[in-house]
């Protein structure tokens, strides 16, 4: 059993930033890829970002590249998505999941449904 704990959502104005934090249970956190979705109300979840077991390998969606970065402290079992130029359709709940206990590859990390443990959510509001 994997727990996921997101923390740092927020009201903001466009343009402003935030930082979301991850806290993973588990000794196997180091072994795994980590991603970060988001879903809108009335919408499905989707991908927003991906980081490799070891930070080496990140991948991001179209809408987000260049304003977000996605991290992680193995030593703290810690994900982190930073926000930038934060602009009102990126309102969302942003949650985080593990690539532990799922079916995802390469070729379906950006799938909601290969992911088998979520967190609960964090709420991200940009005002414009």
């Known amino acids: 059993q994997v727990q996921l704990v997101e923390s740092g959502g927020g009201l903001v104005q466009a343009g402003d930033s935030l930082r979301l934090s991850c806290a993973a249970s588990?000794?196997?956190?180091?072994?795994?890829?980590m991603a970060w979705f988001r879903q809108a109300p009335g919408k499905e979840r989707e991908f927003v970002a991906a980081?490799?077991?070891?930070?080496?390998?990140?991948s991001y969606a179209d809408s987000v590249k260049g304003r977000f970065t996605i991290s992680r402290d193995n030593a703290k079992n810690t994900v982190y998505l930073q926000m930038n130029s934060l602009k009102p359709e990126d309102t969302a709940v942003y949650y985080c999941?593990?690539?532990?206990?799922?079916?995802?590859?390469?070729?379906?990390?950006?799938?909601?449904?290969?992911?088998?443990?979520w967190g609960q959510g964090t709420q991200v509001t940009v005002s414009t």
């Open positions: 588990g000794r196997s956190f180091s072994d795994y890829r």
């Open positions: 999941t593990t690539q532990q206990g799922g079916q995802c590859t390469i070729a379906t990390m950006k799938r909601p449904d290969c992911y088998r443990y």
């Open positions: 980081i490799s077991w070891n930070g080496g390998d990140t």
